[in-house]
């Protein structure tokens, strides 16, 4: 069955440094991939859409990569800031299925 | 352009009762998801509509059910109220193509 696995529950990063948040997917051939964030009692927010052909994609601060040989997907915040903590969730879409499923995401905490 | 809007934002329901939400999406978007999350299962899919027609559908038993209307709107309905329906439930809309979903707020019901 398909799977999406996100990196430990919860991530304590120190003001000012690098996060990285790990996606991994089993059973999906995905075109595309995208990454959300998601604040205590309200809906995600889009942040980023990579697909399959491209390696890396970047945004302000973000930059997420994608390898669909490790089937893996990593979201990079740099220079990290407090304002930054919240939940980020990751969906990967397999092509002709455009059924949006997510993991069950990363806890970020941004440690001033 | 106005976002997804959520009705009810809150509401409390007692076993054995029946609920209907409803979700207006962004104007111009044809397509309507709705999600379930829960603190244990996280974000999980219910079902999409695309132009009246439930174009996905996820693992949950009938008691769930949704549709939608001509001019896009939707609405979902919970039959039969468990305690284990106590939940967030979110609506999210988009153009119809793959791509950036937009989530409204939800509306946060609670089975007592």
């Known amino acids: 069955s398909q799977k999406i696995e996100q990196n430990s529950e919860a991530l304590n990063i120190q003001e000012g440094k690098t996060a990285t948040l790990t996606c991994n997917y089993t059973?999906?051939?995905?075109?595309?991939l995208q990454w959300y964030r998601q604040d205590p009692g309200r809906g995600p927010v889009f942040l980023l859409l990579?697909?399959?052909?491209?390696k890396e994609k970047r945004k302000e601060r973000l930059k997420v990569t994608f390898d669909t040989t490790l089937k893996q997907s990593l979201f990079h915040i740099t220079a990290s800031q407090p304002a930054d903590s919240a939940t980020y969730l990751c969906a990967p879409t397999n092509f002709g299925n455009e059924k949006l499923t997510f993991g069950t995401g990363t806890r970020l905490t941004i440690i001033p | 352009k106005a976002g997804v809007t959520q009705t009810p934002r809150y509401l409390i329901k007692t076993r054995g009762q029946q609920v209907t939400l409803s979700c207006s999406p962004i104007?111009?978007?044809?397509?309507v998801s709705w999600y379930q999350q829960t603190p244990g299962q996280g974000l999980q899919f219910l079902f999409e509509?695309?132009?009246?027609?439930?174009?996905n559908k996820g693992n949950f038993p009938g008691r769930f059910s949704g549709r939608q209307f001509s001019n896009s709107r939707s609405e979902m309905n919970v039959s039969t109220l468990e305690l284990g329906d106590s939940a967030l439930y979110l609506c999210?809309?988009?153009?119809?193509?793959?791509?950036?979903?937009?989530f409204g707020e939800g509306s946060r019901l609670t089975v007592l």
């Open positions: 990579i697909r399959e052909n491209e």
């Open positions: 999210a809309s988009r153009t119809g193509e793959p791509g950036e979903l937009f």
């Open positions: 509509y695309f132009s009246e027609t439930q174009r």
């Open positions: 059973n999906y051939s995905p075109a595309y």
């Open positions: 104007s111009g978007h044809r397509s």
